[in-house]
């Protein structure tokens, strides 16, 4: 039986998706958890996986055009079946504004029936527009994207990393689980999800802190080749009025980098249980608990790209992936390495990639990439002992993150003085580009997911 | 050893006849004197070739209206061979023969009937419409079928005599092919297991001069089939196909080399097809003036007015026989029109006679 | 039970079907007088006689259809090919008559014969000697395909193999004639055929294996277990009909597959039961199915080369480790 594809919701917050671009067409086979659609949402630009398989029918909302969620979309089902009572459904709901702007493209007039009261009002337009419309059909509205907001890849190769890969049983597995793919991190080949990581999660997900299973350790998986990114693609935004004349009267004011500093506190006893748990499964990971804010720290910049930033000029850079520095103490000074694409791998991953890039980075074995052009750093003195401190920002990253020492503290919880491993944290923001808000509400998102690191796996 | 000494000398007589090629006319006469033959024998197989020639017309008739379909090879102008060898039979001795079978099967008792319904396609084919026109088989009759790798059912008329000698049953298999088989290594291997272990098979090779459109001469390195027998020491007889009476008594001989020896004899036939080597033929590698050369000696002709000089058969008993091949011949086209197809399930039976899943 | 030699449990298998049933004769190169170039057929002439052991002239094609022509007429001939290097002069008998004999006849001439002899690769005897043909003849409808991995399987399937009613392809594993096991020694164990076989229980992969490759995936599951990764291994013993429902049970336990195979990768079996248990399991794996095969190439004579042309245990463990990704 046919079924409607609707408008998913993609983020917590989103109220509308754009279809940035269909990855099928109308005919094309469509199976289960396979990439339908990239939906441009308020915060990122998301994958939309099928929910059923079949052939996709019809595309309802076109490239480049927006609809509210729960909006069919598109028509997934068996080949030649008939679907006009879907598309019924479609007219009724189809709102006027959308109409309008339908108006203006001309693919609009292949869309059956929906636009009945319009076609009177258009058809001298139709007939001149006909032929010279068909052979370029689309192209305009590609045209006017790009314009909009220009998707550069910073190295040519990253093109389809981001496709996500899931063996069919993680799939399946998922899909009974309700597990959300998209907080699951693949540990497979070119981070495909397997059975493993679908079972981690649904462990997870389970609310019995009190009777942890007991963990089996396993054989580490390896870090892949497979799984290596380029510096992070970005889009340039043209900058408005109001952002420039910020900027120019913090610089005049401040200096170069007009840093602001935020700081919170934050509870770690879950992060610290969770990291044990990891290395009880994986002895070999031996994940840290920076390696576990790296973690975090990307899903947050994921929530909040104004962050995941840098000024340039005339333009704010926004980055798709989070490029993290990490602080590295050497003989020779500060440097730090990068964990390109934190966001997109699991915490194993990241443990073995920082440990293995401090490692070159002591012996002074890094090349210029690996440490040039993060996106956001993350300095930590924990280790020497240092509760709070404040780091200077490296330009022209937005933001970075100051981590101080993780200590038993008393503090009050549900009524009662309690102890709780502390830890604080301050962010200096690029004032040119984050907010004061803007800047607290990261800081918000790192908070909640560092305290409770289940966050990870519900996006 | 005695037995083995006999053998050689009686194939030594062998290819002393064949070496003398088409026997003068005195000879030939004498091979097929009727007169010791009682007349229902006769007639009866007057009737098969009748029928058989009838049938064949048919088929071709059937063929370019469609109702048959694949390869159709027919027997038309060999008629003598199969009626005169078969006739020579018990009813329990084996056949086996090539993929231009039609008139083997119907003088070794599969009726018209189920020969033209396997033609088809139909369930009620004698082989259940699995095999058409190339495919004939029928275990009650002992017609262990049709088949259509050249000289593919050579080793297989070896075993089955070898299983013959083995259950000690003293029946005889007769295995037909073409002249055209004997180039294929089956033959050679063949005759030369057959006389080793001595086994009651009887290989005939129905000479009609071309395999397909390739003529004898160009095929072969020596113009007689038969003296390839001596290679293996095997009985040779050289036989004038087109003499249904000559082929029953060189049959009737190798019968008894089988039966009565367990040994193996080779005959060759020199016989004629009229017709292209399948329906798809267009026979461009011989002259109608060749074709109606042969069709002067036509089988069906000489035997006839063999049997007139007798005075075996008159005009009327001719006509006779024409109206009821032509009844025959009618009733199997309607029987085999008015067949069922085989059901679907007939596509996955049959492939295995104890399936396991 | 008794330990012996797969070449001995496949001369009992004889002796007692010899004995069980007139009807059966062995025929070969070889196989009376000499007693078996493998020795397989050892000390039958003296029990059974000449009739019914038969030395048979090099002459692959005549005697593999002297055997169907046989077992139309109600025989049930054992047919040894020395090696079955040398059954591809027999093809056309064994594909044409004996695979197709039931069918194209409507069910009325069934075909039951056995056509055995050893397979796959021996010692340095070069390219024409060392070639596993269970693809060929799995191929093709109205044939059955058994290959066994044990004296005990050699014994029982042969037996069921005699018995069958169908042309069956025998195909014993030269290297492994003087491999040891126990052997039931019953008259009638029997193994029927078409019924795959679990060598080793596990859980985390299966390993399905053939013939040779049984004992090098036992041994590869030995080695992973070390490592904490628990391995099946399947035998199908029966290639064709395949027991693919015993394979998707298993694929449906453990989720990642690999397959061993001594024949070539390209077109073979291996990439058979792969693309049934994709159309038939998909969903249950975790990894994509993984062939061991042998090299893709002509076996060469060179001892070096001819070990890295067929797969070892540790090609095994290696493919194992890549679908269970540890």
Known sequence: MATQVIMPKLSPTMEEGQVARWLKKEGDKVSMGEPLAEIDTDKATMEMQALSAGVLLKILVNEGESAPLGEPIAIVGEKDEDISNLLEGKKERAPKAEEEKAEEKPEAKEEPEAKEELKEAKKEKETKDEEAAEPKKAAPAKEKENERDEIKPAVESSGDGRRQLISPIAARMAAEGGVDLSAVQGTGPGGRIIKRDIEAAMKEAKPSPAAAPKLRPMAMPKAQPGAVYGPSAYRDEPMSEMRRTIARRLVTSLGPVPHFFLTTEIEMDRAADMRQQINALYPDAKVSLNDVIIKVVAAALMQHPQVNASFQDKTVRHYEHADIGVAVATENGLITPIVRAADMKSLIEIAVEVRELAGRAREKKLKPEEYMGATFSISNLGMFGIDEFTAVINPPEAAILAIGAMTPKPVVREGEITIRQMMRATMSCDHRVVDGAVGAQFLQTFKEILENPLYLFLG | MSSQRTQRQENAEAAARTAAGVMDEPARKEASDILSEDRDTLLKMFHQMLLIRRFEEKCAESYSMGKIGGFCHLYIGQEAVAVGAISALRPDDYVITSYREHGQAIAKGISPQAVMAELYGKATGCSKGKGGSMHLFDARVNFMGGHAIVAGQIPLATGIAFASKYQETDQVTVCFFGEAAVNQGAFHESLNMAQLWRLPCIYLCENNMYGMGTSAQRAMSMDDVATKACAYEVAAEFVDGMDVIAMRRATQRAVERARDHSLPTLIEARTYRYMGHSMSDPGKYRTRAEIEKYQERDPIKLFRAKLEDNDLLTEGDVKQFEEQVREEVDGAVKFADESPEPTPEELTTDVYANPLR | ?326
Request: hydrophobic residues 45%; contains cysteine; aromatic residues 8%.
């Open chain 3, 1 to 326: 039970m008794a330990v012996i030699t797969m070449r001995d449990a496949l001369n009992d298998a004889l002796r007692e079907e010899l004995t069980r049933d007139p009807d059966v004769f062995l025929m070969g190169e070889e196989v009376a007088e000499y007693q078996g170039a493998y020795k397989v057929t050892r000390g039958l002439l003296e029990e059974f006689g000449a009739k019914r052991v038969i030395d048979s002239p090099i002459t692959e094609l005549g005697f593999a259809g002297l055997g169907v022509g046989a077992a139309m007429a109600g025989l049930r001939p054992i047919i040894e090919f020395m090696t079955f290097n040398f059954s591809f002069l027999a093809t056309d008998q064994i594909i044409n008559s004996a695979a197709k004999m039931l069918y194209m006849s409507g069910g009325q001439f069934k075909i039951p014969i056995v056509f055995r002899g050893p397979g796959g690769s021996a010692y340095q005897v070069s390219s024409q000697h060392s070639q596993a043909l269970e693809s060929w003849y799995a191929y093709f409808p109205g044939l059955k395909v058994v290959m066994p991995s044990t004296p005990a399987d050699a014994k029982g399937l042969l037996k069921s193999a005699i018995r069958d009613d169908d042309p069956v392809i025998f195909i014993e594993q030269e290297r492994m004639y003087g491999m040891k096991g126990e052997v039931p020694e019953e008259q009638d164990f029997t193994i029927p055929l078409g019924v795959a076989d679990v060598k080793r229980e596990g859980t985390d992969a299966t390993i399905i294996a053939r013939s040779l490759m049984v004992p090098a995936a036992l041994k590869a599951a030995e080695e992973l277990q070390k490592e904490g990764i628990n391995c099946e291994v399947i035998d199908p013993r029966t290639i064709r009909p395949l027991d693919i429902e015993t394979i998707i049970e298993s694929v449906k336990k453990t989720n990642r597959v690999v397959i061993a195979e001594e024949s070539h990768p390209f077109c073979g079996v291996g990439g058979e039961i792969s693309a049934e248990i994709h159309e038939r399991a998909f969903d249950y794996l975790d990894a994509p199915v993984k062939r061991v095969s042998g090299a893709d190439v002509p076996m060469p004579y060179a001892k070096n080369l001819e070990q890295l042309a067929i797969p070892d245990f540790l090609q095994i463990v290696a493919a194992v480790k890549e679908v269970a990704y540890a």
